[in-house]
Nanobody, 126 residues
């Protein structure tokens, strides 16, 4: 069974950091494009960051560039999202997703992704 599971969310003060994890089962993450997305209450889901299927290309939303870093540990079959200098506007449910078609580029278009995790809540508040 193909599955993605996010973890690492929580409550953090503005300026703080969190590292989200996206662990896969049933397939190997490093063969496929992976994206991180988020959805705040009352807002549409937006792309945050992504890896191409080759792993050679990454991209970030303008709102998080310079503060968030995507990485992966192939041995653990896990992709991470390191989030620094968090702001209240980063509050959202964060999702990871995989595009299981081969040779895919890095995109934050959610409609390109086939499999989604259940999400993890990130709340930035003092």
């Amino acid at each position: 069974q193909l599955q993605l599971v996010e973890s690492g969310g929580g409550l953090v003060q503005p300026g703080g950091s969190l590292r989200l994890s996206c662990s896969a089962s049933g397939f190997t993450l490093d063969y496929y494009a992976i994206g991180w997305f988020r959805q705040a209450p009352g807002k549409e889901r937006e792309g945050v960051s992504c890896f191409s299927s080759s792993g050679s290309s990454t991209n970030y939303a303008k709102s998080v560039k310079g503060r968030f870093t995507i990485s992966r540990d192939n041995a653990k079959n896990t992709v991470y999202l390191q989030m620094n200098s968090l702001k209240p506007e980063d509050t959202a449910v964060y999702y990871c997703a995989a595009d299981l078609r081969p040779s895919r580029g890095c995109t934050v278009n959610q409609y390109e992704y086939d499999y989604w995790g259940q999400g993890t809540q990130v709340t930035v508040s003092s």
